[in-house]
Every structure is written in structure tokens, then in C-alpha cells.
């Protein structure tokens, strides 16, 4: 007879839809879903002036301070006119469109221009800063791709931002000829279900958004004496606790080139990620990047879903409990994710799903995985060891040796019989 030993295992994670709107009565060269997959998010944009246009693993090292739009010194560059977060918006766009933004489409420097923000325009703002490629535009909230947004040429998707954000340090907007189309996906945000992360936050980074810099002073207070200043783009990083009102602002004490004082952290920057102190949290139930950024992953409709993570995987866990998979249903009644399937069978008609990843209690000793120790999970443990062709959970290894054997069978006994059955368990 074959033995079989099968795993109970049991899941808390919650599933957004995002529908990002309709399709354009025009032909694309490539679709977001084709761009996506030449610019994978999270990799780096590394294409120069007569070089390739692929993206590589690892940060770019060109920030130097000697970057030129003719890419001379290897910065990425779009036809070398544009460099970065402008040159990266600009291939996504003539790769999408067939044809070149930056000669043939109209710029609209009027902050009106947001009020008809499409799928396929290209937004300048951050006081002339920062260029992002539109991907959906629901409401105030706009979808977007970049590069560069890091300081490091990051390549990012469905990053969003408010139009009033937008506006407050609007350029202009490069109006595409149509909107593009774009797919439905769905968003998977990932969060514990009982799952514990004991890291708290360190601190906070920042960006300089004023393109005069802000000044460092000695102390918190614009009456305090000026040590140095940081440039527009400067990234710095104030600790938790060392924040002081002072002349109608917030203060951060920070550290840079060489120098420490204070610096304004209330206006004329942007906060960037959080810095926390190990390399995942949990935070109102979400499970957090140390930089803040809540763990997603997007999944388009059609295109198969690989692979869930695994709470282990991402640092995630519970005491005393296992993790099986991921559910539809709190109860574990509803539909089981499994790799290969298409995103649409876990989405039900409306908006969202959420997917529950049960956690259940590790109970040596629970042969039958009811939940409970009793003369019927030594009866099945028996009939396993003799060959039958039954099952049996994880917790029927009893010492956690990694082998169901007759040491368990005695281990139970023990359990069963309210001895001290840990004296001798081996775990």
C-alpha cells in the first residue's frame, strides 16, 4: 500500500481590482501590458545614445553630475534630447504611438490641461522636475509609470498621484493624439491575517522639491545660522524623534555632505518612503517594503497568474500556526488560488476580491486535521504506520523531526494520557 502524507494547511490577504478604462478606437504599436514587459518594474533603465533599450538589474551609476542631454556620459537618453525621467516617458510613448511626443504632440502649459488627462499623455511637474507617462486617469487619481523617480533610473509602474498634487507644481502635459488603451488588472495587496512583525518605523526620506534647495541651519528656525544647503533632488533621511516646530515650520535634523543641522521638512519637499528598523513591517494590516511601499503585485486579465507569495517568503508569520494558500472564503469555502489560473476566475463582478489566507493552529498530534487530539488520530496514525492507504497532516509528526514514525505514535500516547510529552518530543 502507498503512504501518503498530505498537509493541512490553511490562510489573510486582500485582493483589489483595478479597472484602468476603456480602449481607443486607434491601432497601438504596443500595448501597457507588451511595455510592461520590456520594462519590468522594479528593474533599471539603462539605455544611452546608440545603445540598446534594455533594462538591467541593477542601479545605474551615471549621476555623477556631468549628465548631458547627448548622453555623453551614458545617461540614459530618448534621441538624445531628453535624458531620465523625460527621456523614459518619451520611449514609452513613440513605442506605444509609433511616432516621436516630443516633436509631434501638442504641449499644454495650462493647469486646465489636467481637467482632460488621458492613458498615453506625458505630465512635467515638480517645478519642471520630474516627467511620468499616464497609464490611467480615474477621477483626481492619476496611474502612472517613471523612471528615475528614485535618483537611480528605478523603473516603476501604477505608482498614482492626485491631480492637486500635480497641479501645485504643474509644467505641462504632452497631449497624446488618442487615449491609450489599457487592460483591467487585478492589484493583489497582501496583509496578515494575525500575522505578527514586531519593526517598528526609524525614521523618514525626503526629497527637495524647491529648485533654488533649501538651506541647512544650525538649528531649527530660520533665525539660526545657515551651515550649508541642499540641492533641488537632494534625498536625505530625518530619524523618528528628531523633528522641532520652529518659525511656523516642521524641522528634520539630518546629515549631508559631511555637514549635520536642520532642515525644513514641512514644505518645498516631498516624503518618499519610510525607513524602518529591519527589513519588513506591518502596518494597519498591510505588509510594507522598509521604504514604506505597500507589497503588491499586478496581475492583467488573461495573462495567468504564476505565483502568490508565501507569508514565509516576505517575513511574514504567526506564532503557533501554518500557512496553506489563499482563499476566496475566510472559512477556506470559497475558490483556491493555483498557480496557472487567470486572474478573472478569483475576481468576482464587482470592484474587488479579497483573499483570506487561513492560519491554522499547530496542534501535535492532530492526525486528521479536525482541530483536535483524540483516540481517532492514534487510530489513523496507527493504520499509516501499517501501510493502509489513508492520509495524514503535517501534525501527525509529532516531534517535528521531519518523519512520522513510531516516536509519534508514543508521543501521542503520552499527550492523549496528559503526561509531560515534550520531555522526550525532540522539538
Known sequence: MKKRLAFVLCLVLLMAAMPFGGASAEEQMLTLAELRQ??????????TAGGNEDYTLTPCTHHAGNCTY??????NTYQNAAIQCMGFAYQLA?????????????????????DTLKAGDIVRYRWNGHSIFVTGVEGDTVTY???????RC????DRTVTKETLAASFTYVKAAPYALATEPALTVTYHGGGGRIENTVAGHTYRVLSTNGINMRAGAGTDQAKVTALPHGTVFTVAVGDTKEASGYTWGKTA??????????SDFVEQIGTVWDGEWTLSDGLVCHRDGGVLTDTFPLGEPMAALYVPEEIGLYREGHRFAGWNTAADGSGVTFAAGMLPEELWADGDAVTLYALWAPILPGDANGDGRRNNHDLALLQRYLAGWQVTVCADADVNADGAVNNQDVGLLQRILNEWDWKENAGC
Open 145 to 151: 509609470a517613471d523612471a528615475n523617480g528614485d535618483g
Open 38 to 47: 520590456k520594462y519590468p518594474h522594479g528593474t533599471y533603465w539603462n539605455h
Open 154 to 157: 528605478k523603473i516603476q509602474w
Open 94 to 114: 513613440s513605442l506605444a504611438y509609433g511616432c516621436d511626443p516630443r516633436a509631434e504632440w501638442t504641449t499644454d502649459r495650462a493647469v486646465s490641461a489636467l
Open 70 to 75: 547627448n548622453g555623453s556620459c551614458g545617461c
Open 256 to 265: 549631508y555632505n559631511g555637514k549635520t543641522g536642520w532642515v525644513v521638512i
